[in-house]
Structure formats: structure tokens, C-alpha cells
């Protein structure tokens, strides 16, 4: 029987000779012990519920794959609750031209590989878009920055044939394939035209939290295009997540007006550029013909500064 107050089941004698050892013996004998694989079970767990805290806060509406290369997501798994980042991705060396890979699009990817993945793609496959997908696409202009939140991007879907055929030939698409690309607008499965509203933003500086002195604000530069661009290159980035090639392509302003009569484009409205979509195909003319081909991409040196610009 144990003493007064113990567990019924303790008793002071054991058949173990340490146990009969004097608690600072114990403590003593700790310090020789290899606690390496101890720590190895405990950094594991960590981890295990890093990827889990991360999955959580990055995907809550979908299912991820646990980050698997820690030096190359450093800053994802550096954040802190404040959602800032300890650490700058900027300072680690990236392969910036891989290879093309096409059958990478038939996948789901995670952001760095979406932007790994991201390029301008001129030759589609002649396979229909599901409507669901598109809808995906076109929905991220709900998430898209604007000033003042005044939400003035616009996107016109189009999967007409007939009108894809029809844009193509307002902009020209001849020139392209007499240099030997192929018929990468009527060809595309889908067009999304990026369009603005400059009155939303008017509207909305008008209002009274953001007067300025009584006034509307004076615009250093057109929000407007600003935040049209952001709207694009959400579904050019959307585009790669939902394995489609997206190129893009502009309206000339002299056959403009008849581009806006065949989309129906409103006078307040301004077009900003045109998007395709397509499952990729074979697309050499593209890598061996366009500027990406011809021109080399310019050093991150040359194109990020820090603090200042010098």
C-alpha cells in the first residue's frame, strides 16, 4: 500500500534499480542522453501542424498539398499572424524561363507554379470550355483591386464562334498567320474582354469620405486602366490554375468603334484588351516567333529596387 495521500498503485518499491535512485541522479544522468531523435519526433510535429495551420488559412475552400519544399515556400511558412512576411521571396534564386511544358496545364497547381506556368499561349486545341470553368475565370473580377473599392472592371465573355470569328478578323488576325502562327484568336475556345467604367471611380470620389477640401480628388493617373490590368492578369492567372492556355491581344483604335459594335459595348465603357483561352496545343511558332522568343527576359537586378531607386 502506498503512504497517505498517493496513488493506491504506487509503490515505492520497484523491480527496477533506478527506481530506488535519487531524483537528482536522475536528472544528472539526463544530461548524457541523446535527445536527437526526441527533437527530430518534435520538429516532425511541428511541421506536420504547420502544414495543417497552412492549409487552414491558404485553402479553406479547397484541399492542399502540404508544402514540400520549405526553402523555395519560405515565406509562406514564415508568416506571421499579422499575415506580413518575416521573410522577402525576392532574395531567392528562381528559375524564370522553364521549359514549356504543356501537360502541365492538365493539372492543378499551387501559386508559385500557376506563375511559373503563366505565359502568353497562340494555338488552342478545338475543344469547348465548360461553362462552370468560365464562370471561375470571370469571377475573380470580384476579387480584384480597385480604388476606393469602386469596382469599375468589366468582362465580357464570348464563346460565340461566329463572334470569335469575327473579332478575330476586326483585329487583324491575318497578320499573325502569314508569319506563321496559327489562327490563335478564331481558334481560341473563348474570348474574355477586359473593359472599365471611369465613372464608377468618379462616383465614388465623389462621395463624401473621400472628398478632398469639398472636391473630387485629382487623379495622378487613371485608376481606371490601372485596376483593369489587375482584373486581367487575375483570369490570365486563373486561366493556368484551371489547366487552360491564355493569350491576349489588343483592339487597334481604328477599328475600335467596330469591335464595340459587335460586342455591344456601352459608351461608358472603355475596352482595355482581349483575352483568350484554349486548351493548349502545340505552340513552337509561338516559342520561336514572338517577342518572348526573340527578346531576353531582362534581369530581376534591373527590374526590383529596394528602398529607393537609387
Not at 127 to 140: M, Q, W, Y
Not at 269 to 291: F, H, M, N, Q
Request: hydrophobic share 35%.
Amino acid at each position: 500500500m502506498g503512504e497517505p495521500g498517493g496513488s493506491p498503485n504506487c509503490d515505492r518499491t520497484s523491480a527496477h534499480p533506478e527506481a530506488d535512485l535519487p531524483f537528482g541522479s536522475l536528472l544528472r544522468d539526463l544530461e548524457t542522453l541523446d535527445l536527437r531523435a526526441s527533437r527530430a519526433v518534435t520538429r516532425e510535429l511541428d511541421q506536420t501542424l504547420d502544414r495543417s495551420l497552412f492549409a487552414l488559412e491558404h485553402r479553406l475552400h479547397r484541399s492542399v498539398p502540404a508544402v514540400g519544399h520549405p526553402p523555395r515556400n519560405a515565406v509562406l511558412l514564415c508568416e506571421t499572424p499579422g499575415r506580413v512576411p518575416k521573410e522577402h521571396p525576392l532574395h531567392e534564386p528562381v528559375d524564370d524561363d522553364p521549359t514549356p511544358d504543356h501537360a502541365a496545364y492538365s493539372r492543378r497547381m499551387e501559386f508559385g507554379d500557376v506563375l511559373r506556368q503563366r505565359r502568353m499561349v497562340r494555338a488552342y486545341e478545338a475543344k469547348p470550355i465548360a461553362r462552370d470553368v468560365l464562370e471561375r475565370i470571370a469571377g475573380t473580377i470580384r476579387r480584384a483591386p480597385s480604388a476606393g473599392f469602386s469596382q469599375g472592371q468589366r468582362l465580357i465573355v464570348v464563346t460565340e464562334s461566329e463572334r470569335l470569328r469575327a473579332l478575330a478578323e476586326i483585329v487583324g488576325e491575318r497578320f499573325y498567320v502569314d508569319q506563321g502562327f496559327e489562327p490563335w484568336i478564331s481558334g481560341a475556345a473563348a474570348h474574355i474582354v477586359v473593359c472599365t467604367r471611369e465613372d464608377d471611380y468618379h462616383d465614388r470620389y465623389t462621395q463624401a469620405d473621400k472628398l478632398d477640401d469639398g472636391r473630387e480628388i485629382e487623379w495622378p493617373i487613371p485608376y481606371w486602366y490601372v485596376d483593369g490590368g489587375a482584373a486581367a492578369m487575375l483570369v490570365l492567372l486563373a486561366a493556368v490554375d484551371e489547366g487552360l492556355g491564355a493569350g491576349v491581344f489588343g483592339i487597334p483604335a481604328e477599328r475600335m468603334d467596330e469591335a464595340r459594335t459587335l460586342l455591344g459595348v456601352p459608351d461608358d465603357v472603355a475596352v482595355i484588351e482581349v483575352i483568350t483561352l484554349g486548351y493548349p496545343a502545340e505552340d513552337t511558332a509561338s516559342d520561336r516567333l514572338s517577342s518572348r522568343g526573340t527578346r531576353p527576359r531582362r534581369p530581376r537586378d534591373e527590374l526590383v529596387r529596394w528602398q529607393r531607386w537609387r
